[in-house]
């Protein structure tokens, strides 16, 4: 399995972005999907993740202006994100769960995509 992440870029501060997370085949409609970022410099952090279901649960840092959503038929996982702080810069991963319901830790998570950068200028 393969994951693409896309739509990363330039942004100002209080702009919004959405990440797209495209998998290569029909693996991950029954389990969770998850994304991390990491900042230059620090370790990799939890974003948030979307269980087979449809439920979400977000790292306190983003809750409220990030919003995970996924459309099983077309094997895609979104990340919007919506009044981005500079310290949101940092690359962003997809990683598909190993169950239908993930944590929060990277080993929760099995396949994983490569990035996309974010950056936000203050």
């Known amino acids: 399995v393969q994951l693409q992440a896309s739509g990363g870029g330039l942004v100002q501060a209080g702009g919004s972005l959405r990440l797209t997370c495209a998998a290569s085949r029909r693996t991950s409609s029954n389990n969770a999907m998850g994304w991390f970022r990491q900042a230059p410099g620090k370790e990799r952090e939890f974003v948030g993740r979307?269980?087979?279901?449809?439920?979400?649960y977000y790292a306190d840092s983003v809750k409220g202006r990030f919003t995970i959503s996924r459309d099983n038929a077309e094997n895609t996982v979104y990340l919007q994100m919506n009044s981005l702080k500079p310290e949101d810069t940092a690359v962003y991963r997809c990683?598909?769960?190993?169950?239908?319901?993930?944590?929060?830790?990277?080993?929760?998570?099995?396949?994983w995509g490569q990035g996309t950068l974010v950056t936000v200028s203050s």
């Open positions: 979307i269980n087979w279901n449809g439920s979400t």
């Open positions: 990683a598909i769960g190993l169950r239908p319901y993930a944590g929060s830790e990277p080993v929760d998570y099995r396949y």
